[in-house]
């Protein structure tokens, strides 16, 4: 099947710093994909659905020069937390679409970042 | 507006029990819904989606319409099955989860 990738897996970085987290679809080329946040025990949180070669679209709440996302080609998109606060710890997950299809998404591993 | 409704946050069964995990969604078109499964440690994975009619580990869902509903239903839980369940429906480019459901089959 499809595979995502994310990298870095676990993150640790000073307040105030910002850090990018890589999203990769390793076999097939995604024109689509998502990003989401999840805290402790709880559900995923939609941040931004990021699509090849334009800007991508924010949820309600998510504050878009915080979470900067580019998705500069059709299998790789970053996720960029600017200016880093302890608040922003949190497990960022990616998911992708393959091109054409409207099925299935397929997951990365996720991205766990502390803040310190 | 939520689109998708997972009423329950966490459910617990005893292994062999029967297991229903609830969805709703909310939605004017033709729906594409799926259940994501994530294990404890692992990535979310597909489990099932409703046009492929499949059974997948022993659950099955079905698209009801008239209830706009797609619960998620396994005749006997085993203990393996305990992990985060979440529905999902999928407009368009959009894809909207529901707030998941912890299930724990208790051995």
């Known amino acids: 099947g499809a595979v995502v990738s994310q990298h870095p897996s676990w993150v640790i970085c000073k307040s105030g710093t910002s850090v990018k987290i890589e999203c990769r679809s390793l076999?097939?080329?995604?024109?689509?994909m998502f990003w989401y946040r999840q805290f402790p025990k709880q559900s995923l949180m939609l941040m931004a659905t990021?699509?090849?070669?334009?800007?991508?679209?924010?949820e309600q709440g998510v504050e878009k020069d915080k979470f900067l996302i580019n998705h500069a080609s059709l299998t790789l998109s970053t996720l960029t937390v600017t200016s880093a606060h302890p608040e922003d710890s949190s497990f960022y997950i990616c998911?992708?679409?393959?091109?054409?299809?409207?099925?299935?998404?397929?997951f990365g591993e996720g991205s766990r970042l502390t803040v310190l | 507006a939520q689109r998708v409704t997972q009423p329950e946050k966490l459910l617990s069964v005893f292994k062999g029990a029967p297991v229903e995990l609830k969805c709703n969604y909310s939605?004017?078109?033709?729906?594409?819904l799926f259940w994501y499964v994530q294990y404890s440690r692992q990535r979310l994975q597909l489990l099932l989606r409703?046009?492929s009619r499949e059974s997948i580990k022993g659950f099955t869902a079905d698209l009801n319409k008239g209830e706009t509903s797609f619960h998620l239903k396994k005749p006997f839980a085993q203990e393996e099955d305990s992990a985060m369940y979440y529905c999902?429906?999928?407009?368009?480019?959009?894809?909207?989860f529901g707030t998941g459901t912890s299930l724990t089959v208790i051995p």
């Open positions: 998911s992708a679409r393959v091109r054409g299809s409207t099925g299935e998404l397929f």
């Open positions: 076999d097939f080329q995604a024109t689509t």
């Open positions: 990021s699509n090849e070669g334009s800007k991508a679209t924010y």
């Open positions: 939605y004017s078109g033709s729906p594409e």
């Open positions: 409703h046009i």
């Open positions: 999902a429906l999928a407009t368009g480019n959009q894809f909207y």
